[in-house]
Each structure stands twice: as structure tokens, then as C-alpha cells.
């Protein structure tokens, strides 16, 4: 059916297609501080302007795993392409709040599109082993994108060139998976025929389920809330906020990249209750240290998170097998709205610590340290509750079978 597929031309465009995602993610978090500054906005305006990205995420993203069999892969590539080129625009020529809220929404929607069709695609070019070994390739891109980003911000930023010249950048992947994906002939879907949509939603409502769908809003914002926010609570730390990030993600990357042996000896709930523990340790340290140790505790960090996201979505696809594509659709949609909504809170949390610190007499650099200490106490509450969740999903699923390695289908 695939035979006179050119699957090296459209796995290298989604991988292309996730790396543009990744520099929406790591540049933008790069030009924050410009941004306000530029714009004269508070933290909690550049919070709902950060919610955009994770608001646009979940939303195409659903709507395309529905469609995609009637819509087609090449056709939702197409729409993640117009999507991804207006949000980059508009925010180049941004004139205000109002059209960085709209433009960021667009390059949101742009970036679950390629979830949407990239995801299946993969599986329907490969099968059995080749299958899991392409899609944890196309997956590696996500972190590893995001360290590319943060270091060619970092360089950018300390070159001072402004965040327009930045955002430039990002439509660099986007050309160049366009350019891959044009003209070519896309994989047929393979529609699935063995469980019924009814078995779907009958799934999502069950206690495995519905305790995924809790932890999930939770493991996603304690990933990415000190990643999207690093360049301002960490900004005034003796440490390079930016390069904290690359390594961070760097550090993601090569541990997705050994998944496999971790998840098989640790089983899914073991690697979900370590990764709480370490990330718990992580964010609060972050709280405490200054200077060159920041960087010791990125990597404690990283490796906290690292599993988070494939193994909740792998963990769904394991437990709540009845809840297929769809569940594994929604779980994924779940961390990406929760991040959405928690983006403008961990904005006023940085506002109110600002405020506090000042009446108590704290000014500039120092103030703005205090400030985002404080702030990554706060968000260290994420994984202290999934440490208390996880113990419980521990024991509940002990007499469980065994886990095997589930590849991860989303980041």
C-alpha cells in the first residue's frame, strides 16, 4: 500500500515540523523578559500570552487525531503550515497584547496539527520494531529543539539582537518541512477497526482513567512551567537562565533516547513515582541555589521529567487499552490545557512576589531573585502532590502485569 512512499522525505519534515514546535517553545521562552519590557506587560499578561501556546495545542491537536482519517495527514500539514507561518508573523509585527494573545493562539494550533498528523503518519509508514524505533527519533526532536532554540537565543540575546530577528529563526524549520512535505504523496491511514468509538468514551470514564487524567494535568505543568518561565525566575540567579534550559533539555533528550532498559526495570508506576521525587528535589532547589550549582540541579531536574509525558501516554495505551487513540489523544490534550490555565497564575505569582519583596524593602536584582525563588516554591508544590499520587498508583496497580516498554507517541 505504501510502497512508492518517500518516507525518508516525510519523516525528516516532521521531524523539521516538531523542531519548529520546539523553537516556539525555548525562543519565545528566550524573549519573554524582551517582550514585557518592549510592550510594557506585567507577568500575568505574559502568562495568558504563554496560555496560548498551550491552549492552541490541545485543542488542534484533538480535533485532528478525529479528523484525520477523513481530513488526511498531507491536508492537516497544510493547515499547520499557514497556522505556524501566521502566529510567527503576527508576532513579528505584533503591535500590542491583543495580537501576541492571536498570534501565539495560531502558532499553538499549528503546533498540535503536527501532533495530529505526524503521530500516525509515522505509524502507518513503519510497522513492528521500525515502527517504535522512528517514532522515539521524531520524538527526540522535541527536547533536542528546544536546547537548539534556548542556545541560538542565548547567542542572539547576548549578540543583542532583538526578539524579531529571533522569531525570524523559527520560520527557518518551517520552510524546510514545507519544502519536504510538498508534492509528495502522503501514507493511507490505516482506519482501526478493532475497538469501537463507544468502547472509547466508555473507557475514558474509567478510575484508571480519570486518575491518569488528574496526574496528567499535573506531571505536564511541572515540566513545562519552570521551562516556559526560566528566563525570568532564573534571570537574576548568578546563572545562565538560558543555557539551564538547553541543558535541561539536552539532559531530556538522552534519557528518552535509553528509555527503554529504565521503564523495564523500574515498571511504568516505579519511573512515574522516581521522576515525582526528582523533579519535587529539582524545582525547589532551584528555589535556593545561585550560580554555577544551578546547572548540577538542571540535570536533577531533567531527569525528573524526562519520562513524564511518554510514560503517562504510554501508561494510558498500557492500563486503559479500551480508551485507544482517543484516550491517548485526550491524556496529551489534558497536560497541554492544564499548562494553558496554570501559565497566567504562575504570572501573578511572580507579580504578587514581586510586590511582597518590595514592601519588605528588596530592589532591583535582588528583588527580582527573591521573586522568582519564591515563585519556584510555589511550583514545587506540582510534584510534591504527584509523589503522594504516584505511592497510590504504586500500590494500586502492584499486582498489575508487568509493564513492558510502551513507545511514547507524544512528548
Given at each position: 500500500m505504501n510502497e512508492n512512499i518517500n518516507k525518508s522525505a516525510l519523516f525528516n519534515g516532521s521531524c523539521f515540523a516538531l523542531i519548529t514546535t520546539a523553537f516556539t517553545f525555548s525562543i519565545r521562552a528566550g524573549i519573554l523578559p524582551q517582550l514585557g519590557e518592549d510592550f510594557g506587560l506585567s507577568a500575568s499578561q505574559l502568562g495568558f500570552i504563554n496560555s496560548m501556546w498551550f491552549l492552541g495545542f490541545p485543542i488542534s491537536m484533538i480535533i485532528g487525531g478525529i479528523v484525520y482519517h477523513s481530513f488526511g495527514a498531507k491536508n492537516i500539514m497544510r493547515v499547520a503550515f499557514v497556522a505556524h507561518t501566521l502566529g510567527i508573523l503576527l508576532t513579528i509585527y505584533a503591535g500590542g497584547y491583543t495580537t501576541l494573545l492571536i498570534s501565539t493562539l495560531f502558532?499553538?494550533?499549528?503546533?498540535g496539527c503536527t501532533e495530529a498528523a505526524c503521530n500516525p503518519m509515522i505509524a502507518d509508514m513503519y510497522s513492528g520494531v521500525k515502527m517504535n524505533k522512528m517514532l522515539n527519533r521524531f520524538h527526540m526532536w522535541f527536547p533536542g529543539g528546544i536546547m537548539l532554540g534556548a542556545i541560538i537565543s542565548n547567542v542572539m540575546t547576548t549578540m543583542n539582537l532583538g526578539w524579531e530577528a529571533q522569531m525570524w529563526i523559527t520560520m527557518v524549520p518551517t520552510v524546510i518541512y514545507a519544502v519536504l512535505f510538498y508534492g509528495k504523496a502522503f501514507p493511507k491511514a490505516?482506519?482501526?477497526g478493532a475497538t469501537s468509538l463507544g468502547n472509547n468514551f466508555k473507557a475514558l470514564f474509567s478510575p484508571v482513567f480519570l486518575f491518569l487524567f488528574v496526574?496528567?494535568?499535573?506531571t505536564a505543568i511541572s515540566e513545562f512551567g519552570p521551562q516556559q518561565w526560566v528566563n525570568i525566575v532564573l534571570a537574576n540567579s548568578g546563572a545562565n537562565a538560558m543555557i539551564i534550559l538547553a541543558l535541561t533539555t539536552g539532559?531530556?533528550?538522552?534519557?528518552?533516547?535509553?528509555a527503554g532498559p529504565v521503564v523495564e526495570k523500574l515498571g511504568q508506576t516505579g519511573v512515574l513515582l522516581a521522576g515525582?521525587?526528582?523533579a519535587t528535589i529539582g524545582i525547589y532547589l532551584f528555589s535556593m541555589v545561585t550560580g554555577g550549582?544551578?546547572?548540577?540541579?538542571?540535570?536533577?531536574?531533567?531527569?525528573?521529567?524526562?519520562?513524564?509525558?511518554p510514560v503517562m501516554v504510554g501508561a494510558v495505551a498500557q492500563r486503559v487499552p479500551l480508551s485507544g487513540a482517543l484516550g491517548m489523544s485526550i491524556i496529551g490534550g489534558v497536560g497541554m490545557f492544564s499548562t494553558a490555565i496554570w501559565q497566567p497564575i504562575i504570572g501573578g505569582w511572580i507579580d504578587s512576589s514581586r510586590e511582597t519583596m518590595r514592601a519588605e524593602g528588596f530592589s532591583g536584582d535582588e528583588l527580582e531573585l527573591m521573586a522568582g525563588q519564591e515563585t519556584l516554591q510555589n511550583m514545587a508544590l506540582f510534584p510534591a502532590i504527584l509523589i503522594v499520587l504516584f505511592i497510590i498508583f504504586f500500590f494500586w496497580q502492584k499486582n498489575s502485569k508487568k509493564t513492558e516498554m510502551v513507545s511514547p507517541v507524544s512528548h
Open positions: 502558532i499553538g494550533f499549528g503546533n490505516k482506519v482501526e496526574c496528567m494535568s499535573l539532559v531530556m533528550a538522552v534519557a528518552r533516547f535509553f515525582s521525587i526528582l550549582i544551578a546547572y548540577f540541579v538542571a540535570i536533577i531536574f531533567a531527569l525528573g521529567v524526562a519520562y513524564f509525558w
